[in-house]
C-alpha cells in the first residue's frame, strides 16, 4: 500500500513557474508508476503527466507537453512536477496518484490508478 501527500501549490503569476511535490510512503514506492492530474471547479479530472515506476518513460497531455516536467527520486519516495509558463487555465486542484502495472497510454485515465492524495491547490493569476 502506498500513502500519497501532494505540496508545493499556491498563488503564482501568469508566466511564472512553480514546482509540485508528492511525498509517498511505503517501502514499494519504486514499483509504482506516478501520475499527476488536476481538477478545475465544475470540471471533471484532467490527467496532466504520469512517469514509470524507473522514471524512463513519460506521458503528458497535450495542454501541458512543453510546460511541465515529470520527475521522480526514488530514494526519497518523492514524484516531482515542475510546472513553467504557467497559465490562468492551469488553476486546478493537483492530485498525485499511483498505480502498479503495465506502463501504457491507458494510465491517462483517473480508473487506472490504486492511490490518490488529497491535492494541492495552484492558483495562476493573469
Known amino acids: 500500500q502506498v500513502q500519497v501527500v501532494e505540496s508545493g501549490g499556491g498563488l503564482v503569476q501568469a508566466g511564472g513557474s512553480r514546482r509540485l511535490s508528492c511525498a509517498a510512503s511505503?517501502?514499494?514506492?519504486?514499483?509504482?508508476?506516478m501520475g499527476w492530474f488536476r481538477q478545475a471547479p465544475g470540471k471533471e479530472r484532467e490527467f496532466v503527466a504520469v512517469i514509470s515506476w524507473r522514471g524512463d518513460l513519460t506521458y503528458y497531455s497535450d495542454g501541458v507537453k512543453g510546460r511541465f516536467t515529470i520527475s521522480r527520486d526514488n530514494a526519497k519516495n518523492t514524484v516531482y512536477l515542475q510546472m513553467n509558463s504557467l497559465k490562468p487555465e492551469d488553476t486546478a486542484v493537483y492530485y498525485c496518484a499511483a498505480d502498479r502495472g503495465v506502463f501504457g497510454p491507458h494510465l491517462r485515465t483517473t480508473y487506472e490508478y490504486d492511490y490518490w492524495g488529497q491535492g494541492t491547490q495552484v492558483t495562476v493569476s493573469s
Open positions: 511505503g517501502r514499494t514506492f519504486d514499483t509504482y508508476h
